[in-house]
């Protein structure tokens, strides 16, 4: 299965500012990787990567029931490499059907691009 999403990131930019969004989608720690970034236009830049990602996560496992935004968080290795990792009843699903997601994100000057593999 396979599930690809694209946002505009000034459509992030623009909602960035409002905490009960971004508490809504995003984990804590990815809000504090998202911040951590010395300028607005990077920070929206990571979060609409994340969005993407998670977009594509869903549309990937569509036939399996991904509960919350906040059961999927995207970090990546020290070498830059995004990952994948699941929470609650999200996490028992992904675990009991033994399912690997990979995901690739990356983004230009207007958009962010991801897309998630299931193995």
Known sequence: MIGIDIIEIDRIESVISNDAFIKRVFTEKEIQ???????IS????????????KEAVYK??????????????VSNESS????????????QIIDDNKL???????????NAVAVAIIK
């Open 42 to 53: 990077v920070q929206a830049s990571r979060f609409a990567s994340r969005f993407a990602a």
């Open 60 to 73: 990937a496992v569509e036939a399996i029931e991904v509960l919350r935004w906040q059961d999927i968080q």
């Open 80 to 91: 830059g490499k995004p990952f994948i990792t699941f929470f609650g009843k999200t996490k």
């Open 33 to 39: 990787d998202c911040q951590s970034s010395p300028t």
């Open 100 to 110: 690997i997601i990979d995901i690739s994100l990356s983004h230009s000057r207007n």
